[in-house]
């Protein structure tokens, strides 16, 4: 996982872009995350959001199945390095 913060991203567009194919990219810009993901070219809107309605019920099976770990805000930062 790379987590960089938009001016690093906006210098390094090329380079990051790229780097999403093959790892999980992050962009942090003040309080707001985002994750930079590949989509087929001919994927639309209608497409993409089913997929984020499956993780997000993938997430909550995981929940009921006791299958996760609880963290403090406190632990989250310094796991992702903040």
């Given at each position: 996982?790379?987590?960089?913060?938009?001016?690093?991203?906006?210098?390094?567009?090329q380079?990051?872009?790229?780097?999403?194919?093959?790892?999980?990219?992050?962009?942090?810009?003040?309080?707001?995350?985002?994750?930079?993901?590949?989509?087929?070219?001919?994927?639309?809107?209608?497409?993409?959001?089913?997929?984020?309605?499956?993780?997000?019920?993938?997430?909550?099976?995981?929940i009921?199945?006791?299958?996760?770990?609880?963290?403090?805000?406190?632990?989250?930062?310094?796991?992702?390095?903040?």
């Amino acid at each position: 996982m790379t987590l960089i913060n938009t001016n690093e991203f906006s210098i390094n567009l090329q380079k990051y872009l790229k780097m999403a194919l093959s790892e999980q990219v992050y962009v942090q810009n003040g309080r707001n995350r985002f994750h930079i993901v590949k989509v087929n070219n001919n994927e639309t809107k209608k497409d993409y959001i089913p997929k984020v309605s499956e993780i997000i019920d993938r997430g909550l099976k995981n929940i009921q199945e006791g299958k996760t770990k609880r963290y403090t805000i406190e632990e989250l930062q310094f796991k992702m390095g903040l």
